[in-house]
């Protein structure tokens, strides 16, 4: 999944499986707990490996190719400025 606008609070509220990105162009994200803390960890795209910031533009380029999305299209034009505004989310083991 891949969120190129604004999300609620509790985001992944119960999230078992997959991955979730967040363009979150306001910083606000993480700082202001819009996530649920006890079923995902949230990463800054600074913060992950080549092959992982390379996975989240591929699909970027296909939701712009796909879609015509004018978010996505500004985010691929600026990529070296704006990615550092993607966060990924992976779910929490849960017991």
Known sequence: VVVLGDA???????????????YDDKAAFIEKGMYHPDFIVPERFNDLDFTAQNSI????????AKTAS????VLLT????????????????QA
């Open 70 to 73: 004018s978010c996505a299209n």
């Open 57 to 64: 533009r591929e699909l970027v380029e296909l939701h712009a």
């Open 8 to 22: 609620g609070i509790n985001f992944g509220a119960g999230m078992t499986g997959g991955l979730a990105w967040i």
């Open 78 to 93: 600026q990529w070296d400025k704006l990615a550092k505004n993607l966060i990924r989310l992976t779910p929490k083991a």
